[in-house]
């Protein structure tokens, strides 16, 4: 069984192998291989180590064989319509040229575990949902197209793995039904990927603002599957409070393939991991007060200055008194309290106004 924590039905927070996700955790990036080993186990290895490199928490795989996504048939509906980088091909064989092999699951499981990686996949049917648990993977992925897949989640919350799930297209009452169902059968945990389904997704038409409505509506993690070119959303979704990412990563935009054109090449990737990881240490905590380093800053604020020599008795005025930096004197705000009071000592132009230098 994967190892999760979870204290309460609807938690905020859970564990995959002991890493803690959810809010005030590090965010957990998932390095998505998805079909971009070109069906070369030795580029699949090549990638599981680029994205350790590059600072990733985990790899992803995908557990399908084109007859269990699909039927072999050359009908209209099996052909991908407009409107997608896919467009005019079958989808079994989009799917047969797609897929990671099943035997390739267990070394490249084993790659990662020795990079100090996790190996995460996403099942399409019951057997790779079986598969995924005979081999230990600590949690599952549910990918946007199968969230309306009840008893595929209903399946894979049975062995108590966590769940990711994608909401890529889907309405608050889809996502509703899916999370009941996998809480009702035993998940591990739940996280929920805000997704923009088009491939690659347009930054407009990403809508990051739902992922704070999403962790109060769903009481879960919330994460973002970002399907974009760039890293810029990424990097909002952190802004936002996401726990999780989701990227694709490949060796090359340059080679064919179905999701090359959408991935981050590795140097790109490791440059999102950093500035992912900039970003969430800005976000930090809600505080007030300087923090450690701004205190040297402190001694330029402004404060009340003598700008002028003062004699012994002489009132304090707006002629001899000033508020100016730096920050050695009292406070601006005590100055309606200095004016008019006597100097009890002789001040020198640039001297600190304190109390112990005014007559009571």
Same mark, same amino acid.
């Given at each position: 069984?994967?190892?999760?924590?979870?204290?309460?039905?609807?938690?905020?927070?859970?564990?995959?192998?002991?890493?803690?996700?959810?809010?005030?955790?590090?965010?957990?990036?998932?390095?998505?291989?998805?079909?971009?080993?070109?069906?070369?186990?030795?580029?699949?290895?090549?990638?599981?180590?680029?994205?350790?490199?590059?600072?990733?928490?985990?790899?992803?795989?995908?557990?399908?064989?084109?007859?269990?996504?699909?039927?072999?048939?050359?009908?209209?509906?099996?052909?991908?319509?407009?409107?997608?980088?896919?467009?005019?091909?079958?989808?079994?064989?989009?799917?047969?040229?797609?897929?990671?092999?099943?035997?390739?699951?267990?070394?490249?499981? $084993?790659?990662?575990?020795?990079? *100090? +990686?996790?190996?995460? =996949?996403?099942?399409?049917? @019951? !057997?790779? #949902?079986?598969?995924?648990?005979?081999?230990?993977?600590?949690?599952?992925?549910?990918?946007?197209?199968?969230?309306?897949?009840?008893?595929?989640?209903?399946?894979?919350?049975?062995?108590?793995?966590?769940?990711?799930?994608?909401?890529?297209?889907?309405?608050?009452?889809?996502?509703?039904?899916?999370?009941?169902?996998?809480?009702?059968?035993?998940?591990?945990?739940?996280?929920?990927?805000?997704?923009?389904?088009?491939?690659?997704?347009?930054?407009?038409?990403?809508?990051?603002?739902?992922?704070?409505?999403?962790?109060? $509506?769903?009481?879960?993690?919330? *994460? +973002?599957?970002?399907? =974009?070119?760039?890293?810029? @959303? !990424?990097? #909002?979704?952190?802004?936002?409070?996401?726990?999780?990412?989701?990227?694709?990563?490949?060796?090359?935009?340059?080679?064919?393939?179905?999701?090359?054109?959408?991935?981050?090449?590795?140097?790109?990737?490791?440059?999102?991991?950093?500035?992912?990881?900039?970003?969430?240490?800005?976000?930090?905590?809600?505080?007030?007060?300087?923090?450690?380093?701004?205190?040297?800053?402190?001694?330029?604020?402004?404060?009340?200055?003598?700008?002028?020599?003062?004699?012994?008795?002489?009132?304090?005025?707006?002629?001899?008194?000033?508020?100016?930096?730096?920050?050695?004197?009292?406070?601006?705000a005590l100055l309606p309290s200095v004016l008019g009071r006597r100097a009890g000592v002789a001040i020198s132009r640039g001297t600190p106004i304190a109390w112990n230098l005014l007559s009571d």
């Open positions: 069984m994967g190892e999760a924590v979870v204290s309460d039905q609807r938690t905020t927070q859970f564990e995959i192998s002991g890493r803690a996700i959810g809010a005030g955790m590090p965010v957990y990036i998932i390095a998505e291989l998805s079909a971009n080993h070109h069906q070369s186990l030795d580029r699949a290895i090549d990638l599981v180590r680029i994205a350790h490199r590059a600072g990733a928490d985990a790899v992803k795989l995908q557990t399908y064989t084109p007859d269990t996504m699909t039927i072999d048939c050359n009908a209209p509906p099996f052909r991908i319509g407009a409107g997608t980088i896919w467009e005019g091909r079958n989808l079994h064989e989009l799917y047969a040229e797609a897929q990671t092999p099943w035997e390739w699951h267990e070394p490249l499981a $084993r790659e990662a575990a020795n990079l *100090g +990686l996790h190996c995460l =996949s996403t099942p399409f049917d @019951a !057997s790779a #949902v079986r598969f995924l648990d005979e081999l230990d993977f600590p949690a599952i992925k549910i990918a946007s197209f199968e969230l309306v897949d009840l008893e595929l989640i209903a399946i894979a919350a049975a062995t108590g793995r966590p769940l990711v799930i994608s909401t890529g297209m889907a309405t608050a009452d889809e996502i509703d039904v899916a999370v009941r169902t996998a809480r009702e059968h035993g998940a591990g945990g739940i996280a929920l990927l805000r997704c923009n389904s088009a491939y690659p997704a347009p930054p407009g038409e990403m809508d990051l603002r739902t992922i704070p409505d999403m962790r109060q $509506r769903w009481q879960c993690p919330v *994460g +973002l599957s970002d399907h =974009s070119l760039g890293s810029a @959303a !990424s990097i #909002v979704a952190v802004a936002l409070g996401a726990s999780i990412l989701e990227k694709h990563i490949t060796l090359s935009r340059s080679e064919p393939g179905p999701d090359s054109s959408f991935s981050l090449e590795p140097e790109e990737f490791a440059t999102l991991v950093r500035e992912v990881r900039e970003a969430e240490a800005a976000v930090g905590e809600v505080r007030y007060g300087p923090q450690e380093r701004e205190r040297a800053s402190l001694a330029f604020r402004r404060s009340i200055f003598a700008v002028a020599d003062i004699a012994a008795g002489e009132p304090l005025s707006r002629d001899n008194v000033r508020v100016i930096r730096p920050g050695d004197g009292l406070a601006p």
